[in-house]
C-alpha cells in the first residue's frame, strides 16, 4: 500500500495531527441541504455513508460530511429557519452515528475554494447540460404545461441561478475534494453523471487528472416513499423528520396512504409504498415474513405498526444524542470550526494545483 501524506497543523481546536492528502486514501463525501432531515435522507445518504465506511474499515478511508446550506438558499431566504434547519441537521448526523473527532464534517459556505472552483467550473460546463438537469426541466416542464391551460408564463418562472447551477456547485462540492465515493439517493445520479462530465472536459483540457471522477454509490431499496407514495421529500411535505417523539412518529406512519383493499384480503406487494417502506428498514428475514402477511391479508394498520417498531427500535437510544446536540449551539460551532480546519487543508491544495494548470 502506498503511503500517505500526514500533515501536521498547530492551529485546529482540538488535534495536531491530521491525514490531509490522499494516495490510496479512500475518500468517501456526501452533503444534505439544511432544508430539514427526514427518513429518507438516512436511507438515501447518511446510512449509506456509514455503511461504506465499515465496508472500507480495513483500508484508510476519510469520510466527508457536508451541510449544503449555499443549496438550501435556493429555497429558504428565512435566516432563522435556515440556522435552525443547520442544527437540526447537524444534530441528527451526529446522533445517527457521526463522529465528530474521526469524520470531517463542515458547513459548505465556511469553505471558500468551494465557490471559486464553481467559478472557475463554469466555462467548462456546457448550458445544455444544466438546461437538461431533472430539477430545472421538472420547472420548465410545469410552466409548459401550465401555459397551455390559463395563465401564459414565461417558461423560467420560478427559476432562479442556485437551481439553474446547483449541479455545477455540486460538481464543486465533490471535485474540491478529489472525492472517490459518493453516497447518495438515487434522484442524485444525474448530479454525479455531469461532475463526471465536468470533470472529464477539465482534466482533457489541462492533460490532468487533477479532478478526480467520483463513483456515485446507491444503496438498493432505491427511494423511500413519502406519506403520499410519491418520493419522500421535505420539497413535497410528505416526510416524516427522524428525529421526532415517538408518538408523533407514529402518528405519522399511521398517515401513510394506501389502497382500500380490507384487512383478509391478500395485498400486492410488488410497488407498494407501505412495503418498500419497510424493506428499507426490515432484515431480509424480515422482508420474507412480511411477504407472507400480505399474501395471507394482514390489515394496513398492522402494517403500519410494523413499520413504526421496527423505525423506532433503531431510533429510540438515539434520541437523546439528537437532543443534547440540537440544543448546544456553541457545541456545534466548534465541531463546524474543527471541521472546515481540516476540510480546507484539502480545497486549498486541490484549488492550487487546479489554478497552477490555468494561469
Ligand atoms: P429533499 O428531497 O427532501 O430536499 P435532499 O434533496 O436534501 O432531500 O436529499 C439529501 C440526500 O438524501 C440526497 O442524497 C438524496 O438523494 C437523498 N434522499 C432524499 N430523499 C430521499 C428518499 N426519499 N429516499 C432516499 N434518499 C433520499
Ligand atoms: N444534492 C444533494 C441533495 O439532494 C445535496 C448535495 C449538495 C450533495 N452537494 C453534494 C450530495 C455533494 C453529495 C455530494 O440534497
Given at each position: 500500500m502506498t503511503p500517505y501524506d500526514i500533515l501536521h497543523i498547530e492551529n485546529t481546536l482540538k488535534e495536531t495531527k491530521i491525514v490531509v492528502y490522499r494516495c490510496d486514501m479512500k475518500r468517501i463525501l456526501t452533503g444534505i441541504k439544511p432544508t430539514g432531515v427526514h427518513l429518507g435522507?438516512?436511507?438515501?445518504?447518511i446510512k449509506p455513508s456509514f455503511e461504506l465506511l465499515s465496508k472500507y474499515k480495513d483500508e484508510p478511508t476519510e469520510a466527508f460530511f457536508f451541510l449544503a446550506d449555499f443549496h438550501a438558499l435556493n429555497t429558504c431566504f428565512d435566516p432563522i429557519a435556515l440556522k435552525k434547519s443547520i442544527k437540526e441537521v447537524a444534530a441528527t448526523w451526529i446522533a445517527l452515528g457521526l463522529d465528530t473527532k474521526k469524520h470531517i464534517f463542515y458547513r459548505q459556505s465556511d469553505i471558500p475554494e468551494i465557490s471559486e472552483l464553481t467559478v472557475i467550473l463554469s466555462p467548462f460546463t456546457p448550458k445544455g447540460l444544466l438546461n437538461r438537469a431533472h430539477a430545472y426541466k421538472a420547472f420548465v416542464d410545469k410552466n409548459r404545461e401550465l401555459s397551455q391551460s390559463d395563465t401564459v408564463r414565461d417558461l423560467d418562472d420560478g427559476v432562479n441561478m442556485g437551481l439553474f447551477t446547483y449541479p455545477l456547485l455540486m460538481s464543486a462540492d465533490i471535485l474540491s475534494f478529489q472525492a472517490d465515493l459518493v453516497p447518495v439517493g438515487e434522484d442524485n445520479s444525474q448530479h454525479l453523471e455531469i461532475a463526471r462530465d465536468i470533470a472529464g472536459k477539465f482534466n482533457r483540457n489541462y492533460k490532468t487528472e487533477t479532478l478526480k471522477l467520483p463513483e456515485l454509490v446507491v444503496r438498493k431499496g432505491a427511494l423511500l416513499p413519502g406519506l403520499d407514495g410519491r418520493k419522500m421529500s421535505a420539497s413535497y411535505n410528505?416526510?416524516?423528520?427522524?428525529?421526532?417523539?415517538?408518538?408523533?412518529?407514529?402518528?405519522?406512519?399511521?398517515?401513510?396512504?394506501?389502497?382500500?383493499?380490507?384487512?383478509?384480503?391478500?395485498?400486492?406487494?410488488?410497488?407498494?409504498?407501505?412495503?418498500?417502506?419497510?424493506s428499507n428498514f426490515a432484515s431480509n428475514e424480515q422482508i420474507l415474513e412480511m411477504e407472507q402477511k400480505y399474501a395471507k391479508g394482514i390489515s394496513w394498520g398492522e402494517v403500519k405498526q410494523e413499520i413504526f417498531e421496527l423505525v423506532n427500535e433503531e431510533l429510540k437510544e438515539k434520541r437523546d444524542v439528537y437532543n443534547h446536540y440540537v440544543n448546544s449551539e456553541k457545541e456545534l460551532e466548534d465541531v463546524f470550526k474543527e471541521g472546515a480546519l481540516k476540510a480546507r487543508l484539502v480545497s486549498k491544495k486541490v484549488l492550487k494545483e487546479v489554478k497552477d494548470l490555468i494561469f
Amino acid at each position: 500500500m502506498t503511503p500517505y501524506d500526514i500533515l501536521h497543523i498547530e492551529n485546529t481546536l482540538k488535534e495536531t495531527k491530521i491525514v490531509v492528502y490522499r494516495c490510496d486514501m479512500k475518500r468517501i463525501l456526501t452533503g444534505i441541504k439544511p432544508t430539514g432531515v427526514h427518513l429518507g435522507n438516512w436511507m438515501g445518504a447518511i446510512k449509506p455513508s456509514f455503511e461504506l465506511l465499515s465496508k472500507y474499515k480495513d483500508e484508510p478511508t476519510e469520510a466527508f460530511f457536508f451541510l449544503a446550506d449555499f443549496h438550501a438558499l435556493n429555497t429558504c431566504f428565512d435566516p432563522i429557519a435556515l440556522k435552525k434547519s443547520i442544527k437540526e441537521v447537524a444534530a441528527t448526523w451526529i446522533a445517527l452515528g457521526l463522529d465528530t473527532k474521526k469524520h470531517i464534517f463542515y458547513r459548505q459556505s465556511d469553505i471558500p475554494e468551494i465557490s471559486e472552483l464553481t467559478v472557475i467550473l463554469s466555462p467548462f460546463t456546457p448550458k445544455g447540460l444544466l438546461n437538461r438537469a431533472h430539477a430545472y426541466k421538472a420547472f420548465v416542464d410545469k410552466n409548459r404545461e401550465l401555459s397551455q391551460s390559463d395563465t401564459v408564463r414565461d417558461l423560467d418562472d420560478g427559476v432562479n441561478m442556485g437551481l439553474f447551477t446547483y449541479p455545477l456547485l455540486m460538481s464543486a462540492d465533490i471535485l474540491s475534494f478529489q472525492a472517490d465515493l459518493v453516497p447518495v439517493g438515487e434522484d442524485n445520479s444525474q448530479h454525479l453523471e455531469i461532475a463526471r462530465d465536468i470533470a472529464g472536459k477539465f482534466n482533457r483540457n489541462y492533460k490532468t487528472e487533477t479532478l478526480k471522477l467520483p463513483e456515485l454509490v446507491v444503496r438498493k431499496g432505491a427511494l423511500l416513499p413519502g406519506l403520499d407514495g410519491r418520493k419522500m421529500s421535505a420539497s413535497y411535505n410528505n416526510h416524516i423528520p427522524v428525529f421526532l417523539p415517538e408518538k408523533k412518529l407514529r402518528k405519522l406512519i399511521m398517515k401513510m396512504t394506501t389502497d382500500s383493499t380490507p384487512p383478509g384480503e391478500t395485498k400486492k406487494k410488488d410497488s407498494n409504498a407501505l412495503f418498500s417502506f419497510y424493506s428499507n428498514f426490515a432484515s431480509n428475514e424480515q422482508i420474507l415474513e412480511m411477504e407472507q402477511k400480505y399474501a395471507k391479508g394482514i390489515s394496513w394498520g398492522e402494517v403500519k405498526q410494523e413499520i413504526f417498531e421496527l423505525v423506532n427500535e433503531e431510533l429510540k437510544e438515539k434520541r437523546d444524542v439528537y437532543n443534547h446536540y440540537v440544543n448546544s449551539e456553541k457545541e456545534l460551532e466548534d465541531v463546524f470550526k474543527e471541521g472546515a480546519l481540516k476540510a480546507r487543508l484539502v480545497s486549498k491544495k486541490v484549488l492550487k494545483e487546479v489554478k497552477d494548470l490555468i494561469f
